[in-house]
């Protein structure tokens, strides 16, 4: 693996293992915050063949997977929280703009959640954002973005509830 990745993926589990909680978060949020400050990492860590969801790292033990995103054009998602985990954005290129959620009702299996929009702010290239479990927010990206996101555990496996946003 490659050198700077499997520092991270040490540095993650070193940072989650003795404070799995939203503490730690905050301590792996500052941790690739002062990654993204040097455009060589990012060259490394999000080259140019990046697709749109690569699973760079996978910690069997602790659950959390670091990903690499890429979106060559806009990309918009729904409002959505997680399920049982926490994700960590970090913006590397261009801008994202996300909007938080406030729950109006909950979701179930077959009946979309409700939710109201508390607070609209811009991602730019170096913020680090943590979303713990339960955070609702959607994310809008009007032109070329790419970030590296930690999730607590692989998303891709989890069943995740859809969500409605209200006036
Ligand atoms: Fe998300």
Same mark, same amino acid.
């Given at each position: 693996?490659?050198?700077?990745?499997?520092?991270?993926?040490?540095?993650?589990s070193?940072?989650?293992?003795?404070?799995?909680?939203?503490?730690? #978060?905050?301590?792996?949020?500052?941790?690739?915050?002062?990654?993204?400050?040097?455009?060589?990492?990012?060259?490394?860590?999000?080259?140019?063949?990046?697709?749109?969801?690569?699973?760079?790292?996978?910690?069997?033990?602790?659950?959390?997977?670091?990903?690499?995103?890429?979106?060559?054009?806009?990309?918009?998602?729904?409002?959505?929280?997680?399920?049982?985990?926490?994700?960590?954005?970090?913006?590397?290129?261009?801008?994202?703009?996300?909007?938080?959620?406030?729950?109006?009702?909950?979701?179930?299996?077959?009946?979309?959640?409700?939710?109201?929009?508390?607070?609209?702010?811009?991602?730019?290239?170096?913020?680090?954002?943590?979303?713990?479990?339960?955070?609702?927010?959607?994310?809008?990206?009007?032109?070329?973005?790419?970030?590296?996101?930690?999730?607590?555990?692989?998303?891709?496996?989890?069943?995740?509830? #859809?969500y409605e946003?209200?006036?």
């Open positions: 693996m490659e050198k700077l990745l499997s520092q991270l993926a040490d540095d993650c070193n940072i989650l293992k003795s404070n799995p909680g939203p503490e730690g #978060r905050v301590q792996v949020a500052n941790l690739l915050a002062e990654l993204l400050a040097d455009a060589e990492n990012i060259e490394t860590l999000i080259p140019d063949t990046t697709g749109e969801r690569d699973l760079l790292f996978e910690n069997t033990d602790l659950g959390f997977c670091i990903l690499a995103h890429q979106y060559k054009g806009p990309k918009s998602s729904p409002p959505h929280d997680h399920g049982e985990s926490w994700a960590i954005y970090a913006q590397a290129r261009g801008e994202t703009e996300m909007t938080d959620y406030e729950l109006v009702s909950a979701a179930s299996a077959d009946t979309p959640g409700k939710v109201r929009a508390t607070k609209t702010y811009r991602l730019t290239p170096g913020d680090v954002h943590v979303y713990d479990e339960g955070d609702l927010h959607s994310p809008t990206r009007e032109g070329p973005t790419s970030l590296l996101r930690i999730e607590g555990m692989d998303l891709s496996k989890v069943k995740r509830l #859809r946003a209200v006036a």
